[in-house]
């Protein structure tokens, strides 16, 4: 069985998959980017890599073949087993192996695997339907021409029409509007009054009754109020909003190495603790003890990362947390 449809499908949605005890393809993204000596725009890609030394079983080759044939995951196991048996049989008679819309692998030679990846396949999602396109400069424009170019005496006439009219006119629409304001007609017809009472008319009139009102005020005796009416009056307080802090959730691993032994393991954490890096040896589902350099909470930022410490790291990979 040829399994090179399934890594296809799994390179558009995964940065990483590995052949078990064969390798691993790489996908690295690459940004848009322009030529500018042939004037060709290039859209985002990811271009396709191989490490021959990630080859420990991740699980995913497998159970996507085993969930595309309906197959257990032990006999999906044994079809990819006799799969990678007949690519190092090939390469050992110097054959170049294929794989279609993905790349070349032979050996060079001296022992070790030359890949030559597939330039014209793109596994960025992102950039699906685009295409390279051409675009070149405008010929036959000369700028100095354009600016140099006598005036048009057609628009200065016009322009000196438009002011005449202007001075004619405005001063006519600023009369028609001032006119009007000066007169009684758009005032509206209602007394105002004061709020004072002590300067109104019926104060004047009244004014023995307000004196008599005063002087039996002044007579009134103000008893204290019980203790349970002078009691303060509590003040409900504003109740009081908690904010609700989301937590944010790292969906994706910076592996920087995979190791059988938990003291390889935590021999390349303390490398990493020696970098300023703050590491983790997780323990894998197959035995295996992964090195965790960073935890990043999306894709982009964990691409970002993992471009930044390659120089130092260079088997880095990025894994999606279950």
């Not at 030529?35 to 271009?47: D, L, R, V």
């Not at 497998?62 to 006799?82: H, L, M, P």
């Not at 300023?276 to 960073?294: L, M, T």
Request: with cysteine.
């Amino acid at each position: 069985m040829d399994i090179t449809l399934y890594i296809r499908e799994l390179l558009f949605g995964h940065d990483c998959v590995i052949i078990p005890d064969f390798g691993g393809f790489i996908g690295n993204y690459i940004p848009s980017r322009v030529e500018k000596s042939t004037g060709t725009f290039f859209p985002p890609s990811k271009q396709i890599s191989f490490n021959k030394n990630l080859n420990t079983n991740d699980g995913l080759l497998i159970g996507k073949i085993s969930e595309a044939n309906g197959i257990d995951f032990n006999e999906a196991r044994a079809i990819v087993a006799k799969y990678v048996a007949e690519l190092r049989k090939r390469l050992d008679n110097g054959e170049t192996i294929v794989f279609d819309h993905i790349g070349a692998i032979a050996n060079n030679g001296e022992g070790s695997v030359q890949f030559e990846p597939d330039v014209e396949a793109n596994y960025c999602i992102n950039s699906f339907g685009l295409e390279a396109f051409e675009c070149f400069p405008l010929e036959k424009y000369d700028v100095c021409k354009k600016i140099t170019e006598p005036e048009n005496t057609g628009k200065k006439v016009h322009l000196q029409r438009i002011i005449w009219r202007a001075a004619v006119f405005v001063p006519l629409l600023i009369l028609m509007v001032a006119a009007p304001l000066q007169t009684d007609v758009f005032k509206p017809k209602v007394e105002t009054s004061t709020l004072n009472p002590l300067v109104t008319l019926d104060f004047e009139y009244n004014k023995p009754a307000v004196d008599k009102s005063v002087s039996i005020e002044e007579n009134v005796i103000v008893t204290p109020l019980d203790e349970t009416e002078n009691a303060a009056v509590e003040i409900s307080e504003k109740p009081v909003i908690e904010e609700k802090i989301i937590p944010v959730v790292n969906k994706y691993q910076l592996i920087v190495g995979s190791f059988q032994s938990s003291l390889n393991a935590q021999k390349q954490a303390n490398a990493l603790i020696a970098k300023g890096f703050v590491p983790e040896v997780i323990p894998a589902a197959n035995g295996f003890f992964r090195v965790c350099a960073v935890e990043c909470p999306d894709i982009e930022t964990a691409r970002f990362k993992r471009d930044s410490i390659l120089s130092m790291f260079p088997e880095t990979w990025i894994l999606r947390k279950e």
